[in-house]
């Protein structure tokens, strides 16, 4: 079957994957080690674990507009994953109550909540595939297969967007 072309191949080892995740805010270092110091592979995904996310981006947009985003979201080390605040929620709240005021900051955010649902159902689509392939066997990478990939689903890229709904 498949196993057996993957030999120990691992999406760990998915040098694309890994760089979306990083630009998505998703960022463990850990991940760099699967690449040569000194590759291009290796470079890309150093250039994006330093680099502000997209959700940064959105944030920093957001406080040159004016919305009150706390300096915590905006001047931080972005090779570090990115930790909800309720600051940031409640300045994208303020968004969603006037959309008309905010109208492109409410289209960006809605973008980003279609990237963040699309990016949640392939995790999902992954973990049944997966399971359809190789059951309940360890992954290829080493991990406990189905069970890590099924504790990946809860992960959003942009928080706050998702959170903040039960604020409205």
């Known amino acids: 079957m498949i196993r057996g072309v993957l030999g120990t ?58 919305l009150p985003v706390p300096a ?9 994953s990115y930790e909800a605040s309720e600051e940031v929620e409640a300045a994208w709240a303020e968004v969603y109550r006037d959309t008309e005021r905010w109208w492109d900051l409410y289209s960006l955010a809605e973008k980003l909540v279609d990237l963040d649902d699309a990016f949640a159902s392939w995790r999902h689509k992954h973990v049944l595939t997966v399971s359809r392939i190789i059951g309940m066997k360890s992954g ?20 706050e967007l998702w959170s903040l709904r039960t604020r409205l």
Do not use: C, I, M
Not at 72 to 80: F, I, K, N, Y
């Open 9 to 66: 191949s691992s999406g760990f080892q998915s040098a694309q994957f890994r760089e979306v995740e990083f630009l998505l805010g998703f960022k463990d270092p850990t991940f760099l080690k699967y690449h040569p110091d000194g590759s291009a592979e290796h470079a890309a995904l150093k250039s994006a674990l330093t680099s502000p996310s997209l959700w940064a981006e959105a944030n920093l947009a957001a406080a040159r507009a004016g």
């Open 140 to 159: 290829t990478g080493g991990t406990a297969g189905v069970p890590y990939l099924q504790g990946t689903l809860g992960k959003r890229a942009f928080p």
């Open 72 to 80: 915590s979201a905006l001047d931080r080390d972005w090779s570090q």
